[in-house]
């Protein structure tokens, strides 16, 4: 038995000898294979939204309306499409809600007095923000939106 396990332990040593390089060899290892994309988990709720949108200059589009996506619901009225968007940008991993960086550079244009604000939840998140078409920034962050904010252009 003691014979055997001289063997064994010989054989694995001769093993890892020759896997070794020899001094100043160049080891060339297989590129790392790349990580699984992570799935974002199902958020346990509903996305549950509350718009609120004025002075659009449209009064089919101005009002309170209640968006839940998962599936899609509400008195929105284009809840499907809306909630479509916000699949779309949470795959892009796009945040909507967010606001524009303080130091972001704008064109200084107006796009009209329409504003909104967006409360809730969104893929598991408090959401409350506002929305105006003040300058480029704020109108391309409204545009963004779509449909979940009107469209507010002729």
Do not use: K
Request: aromatic share 4%.
């Amino acid at each position: 038995m003691l014979r055997r396990l001289v063997l064994t332990a010989t054989a694995s040593v001769a093993t890892l000898a020759a896997a070794v390089p020899a001094a100043g060899a160049v080891v060339l290892s297989p590129p790392p294979l790349p990580l699984p994309l992570l799935e974002r988990p199902a958020p346990e709720q509903p996305d549950r939204l509350t718009v609120i949108v004025s002075a659009t200059g449209n009064t089919r589009t101005d009002g309170r309306y209640e968006l839940e996506c998962g599936p899609a619901g509400g008195t929105h009225p284009s809840a499907e499409s809306a909630c479509s968007r916000l699949e779309e940008l949470a795959r892009e991993q796009q945040d909507p809600f967010a606001p524009v960086a303080e130091d972001q550079m704008c064109t200084q244009q107006f796009g009209g007095p329409a504003t909104a604000r967006v409360t809730g939840t969104w893929q598991g998140r408090q959401v409350d923000a506002t929305f105006d078409r003040s300058n480029g920034c704020e109108i391309s962050r409204w545009q963004t939106l779509e449909p979940v904010l009107p469209n507010t252009r002729s």
